[in-house]
């Protein structure tokens, strides 16, 4: 089955840029998603990827995707405070639409 | 992109009594989904609602537990049913709009159980 790993915690400064990896192993995954979740608040569509692509840029959004290593980074350029939140990244596999989610990342920027 | 809304945004809730949250959409969509994300944890899919059918569920959950009603292109429901301090959740519904390969999501509603 699906499996999407992140690791759990990440602390950077403000200023600073951030990297958040995640790790998949459905080798038929075609869309590749990043959201965030801030505390009491529902999930935010951040950016996806296809499973073609390698790079995707969006203003201070950088996403990686490695598809031989399976490995999905998201980088923040620049970080903020409004930043902090709980990013999770997520695949949709070839034959479906069912979002398949990692546990989360918690992202803390220290001023 | 679609807009969600999700009723109540929140519940207290007794032991063994059952909840229905609604989920509406601004346009029609194609795809509604319901999730469950239990406290510190990611999400977890309950089921894809399906208009004018039943729903269809992923493995550990069943309709007697969680039946979910999808009249029109708009609207869902969720119910949580016979409810015990476990179910305590934010239950969120998301949509896909035919085609565009982006889901997005309510804003949730958190369940606290007693």
């Known amino acids: 089955g699906e499996d999407v790993e992140q690791s759990l915690f990440l602390s950077v400064r403000e200023g600073d840029s951030s990297v958040i990896n995640c790790t998949y192993t459905d080798s038929s995954s075609t869309y590749l998603y990043w959201y965030k979740q801030e505390p009491g608040a529902g999930l935010q569509l951040l950016t996806y990827?296809?499973?073609?692509?390698d790079m995707k840029q969006d203003q201070r959004l950088t996403v990686l995707l490695n598809k031989k290593d399976k490995h999905l980074s998201l980088r923040i350029a620049d970080t903020q405070t409004g930043d902090s939140a709980i990013y999770f990244c997520a695949e949709i596999p070839r034959a479906g639409n069912k979002l398949t989610f990692g546990g989360g990342t918690r992202v803390l920027v220290k001023p | 992109s679609a807009v969600i809304s999700q009723k109540p945004s929140r519940d207290i809730c007794q032991r063994g009594t059952s909840l229905t949250i609604q989920c509406q959409v601004d346009s029609q969509v194609t795809m509604m989904f319901w999730y469950r994300q239990q406290p510190g944890q990611s999400l977890t899919l309950i089921a894809t609602?399906?208009?004018?059918?039943?729903?269809?569920?992923e493995s550990g959950f069943v309709i007697d537990k969680f039946p979910i009603s999808r009249p029109n292109l708009t609207f869902s429901t969720l119910t949580v049913s016979n409810m015990s301090p476990e179910d305590s959740s934010i239950y969120l519904c998301s949509v896909d709009e035919a085609g565009e390969h982006e889901q997005f999501f309510g804003p949730g509603t958190r369940l606290t159980v007693l």
């Open positions: 609602a399906n208009q004018g059918s039943e729903a269809t569920y």
């Open positions: 990827i296809f499973s073609n692509m």
